[in-house]
């Protein structure tokens, strides 16, 4: 269920932007963003990411209108699932442009991340065309490689943190600024 009428809220964000910019996450618990936080640095290509911005993202949906963000809120909020603990562990690079912490592979994440995707399509939305590779994003890499690159993912490859439980999931609105991405949560949608 949403915490608060999305309409009123969706309203209140227009007047910064006609347009939407949305995703679908699991927000993670303050002490998780900490421990994640002390990953950052010492690189001098990366734009690290808030810690506050910390979340596994379900499905990306992109810019869209009011009408079509009510839409996706009443999909989500039909969306049945049971709560589950959660493992992040390891750290990587996409194509050296991101640095990320990897997800343990969780049969119960994998099972709402389809009932959020299918929710979202039924709601109007194209339906993602990516594989699903649930990550927490650190930093973003810019220009030419950090010759430490390897040497930073070598040192942090074995990270695990504890199990943490997610109870809930999250519409979000994010806003491009110069200085990164505000995002504010919309909807939250409690699980089972």
């Given at each position: 269920m949403a915490t608060a009428p999305l309409l009123t809220v969706f309203t209140a964000a227009a007047k910064f932007a006609s347009m939407l910019r949305l995703f679908v996450g699991i927000a993670l618990p303050p002490a998780l963003k900490l421990e994640l936080s002390r990953l950052t640095g010492g690189l001098s290509n990366a734009r690290w990411v808030d810690p506050g911005n910390y979340h596994v993202t379900l499905r990306f949906i992109g810019e869209i209108d009011e009408g079509a963000a009510s839409d996706v809120d009443a999909a989500l909020s039909g969306v049945r699932a049971k709560r589950f603990a959660l493992t992040l562990a390891g750290v990587g690079s996409f194509n050296a442009r991101n640095l990320f912490v990897g997800v343990e592979r969780n049969a119960d994440l994998i099972h709402l991340q389809e009932k959020v995707e299918s929710a979202v399509a039924?709601?109007?939305?194209?339906?993602?065309?990516?594989?699903?590779?649930?990550?927490?994003?650190?930093?973003?890499?810019?220009?030419?490689?950090?010759?430490?690159?390897?040497?930073?993912?070598?040192?942090?490859?074995?990270?695990?943190?504890?199990?943490?439980?997610?109870?809930?999931?999250?519409?979000?609105?994010?806003?491009?600024?110069?200085s990164g991405s505000i995002y504010e949560d919309q909807a939250d949608y409690a699980l089972a």
């Open positions: 039924r709601s109007g939305i194209e339906p993602e065309s990516r594989r699903f590779a649930p990550h927490v994003t650190l930093a973003r890499l810019k220009g030419k490689p950090d010759a430490r690159l390897g040497q930073y993912l070598a040192e942090r490859a074995l990270f695990r943190a504890a199990p943490f439980d997610v109870e809930q999931f999250q519409l979000v609105a994010s806003y491009l600024t110069k």
